[in-house]
């Protein structure tokens, strides 16, 4: 259908005004008219993911790397896996979420720092955030042991799991609140692990096979994936940055032909042909993301826009 002149200048950019006390939710909605740059992809984005919550029809997906988890946003995501399906994650975000669960302090740090004097001081760096030595990969270890050699030794082990499956055992034993897989596990949320041996999670779950009677089946999740698509008319999905975690989400939603709500958020660039710099209009092409659905790419940073989006939200 064509559009005409008129059609495309009916919507007028409006200054915003801000005032004492505005809250979230008027500083958003005054922002629906600025003509902002990714302000306005935000606040498609927030549309899209409203309309996507509200549709009882839809299976939704949130999807992570485990970047964002080493920072304060662990919480914010354990408190919203209830409003969603299904979690698709990689290998690290275990890693964090154990860590911090078993009582590992992160800390603020800068990206332009002296890598080299921090090795020497061992304090690794992710980003800018500080992990001291011993607050991670010790602490992983440890809390990852007492963990799994409950788990086999509980009357129900099994000897084969699922990554999926693994997690919500590991949700069940944790105490932390703040913990993704315990918020996941409270809420019979399963988490989706593609990439669940990348990582420090992994080495262990690695080494803890070489004297324990015990197997990993990834394919069972892939199959549970399928069984999502084929299952469900309505998809949608909140991906937080890109890789892995992005991609099992449109891989398997292309079987149905496609998500009808999507919603992505990176800082990647689309010029070096990396799947996190693809834009949802590229998974278009493919069949991932369905040409009329709802769909936007956010270009910012999660950490900046995901606490703004679920204020408005009221997710939190």
Known sequence: MQTSKKDLLKKHVKDIRLSKRMTVRQLIDSQRSVGGFSAQSMVDGIDIVSKMLNDKKSFNFLSFPADIISTGLRGMIADSVKYFDAIVTTGGTLDHD????????????KFDVDDAKLKDMNIYRLGNVFIGSEQYGLAVEKYFNEIME?????????????ASELAWE??????????????????????????ILDGAFGT??????????????????????????????????????GGISK??????NQFKGGLDYAVYITTASQYDGSL??????????????????????????????????????ELL
């Open 170 to 195: 590991f949700g069940k034993r944790i105490k932390d609140d703040r913990s993704i897989l315990r918020q996941a596990y409270l809420n019979n949320i399963p988490i989706y692990n593609p990439g």
């Open 247 to 252: 991609h099992h989400v449109i891989w398997w």
């Open 276 to 313: 996190s710099g693809a834009r949802l209009t590229e998974a278009v092409s493919w069949g991932k993301v369905k040409p009329n659905a709802k769909y936007v790419t956010i270009d910012g940073d999660i950490t900046i826009i995901l606490p703004i989006m679920f204020s408005y939200l």
């Open 98 to 109: 154990l860590a911090k669960s078993s009582g590992g302090k992160y800390s603020i740090g």
């Open 150 to 162: 409950d788990i086999y030794n509980s009357p129900d082990y099994k000897k084969e799991y699922s």
């Open 204 to 241: 262990q779950l690695t080494l803890f096979s070489q004297d324990h009677e015990f197997k990993l089946n990834l394919i069972k999740d892939e199959l549970a994936l399928s069984n999502v698509s084929f299952d469900n008319k309505t998809t949608g999905a909140l991906m937080l940055g």
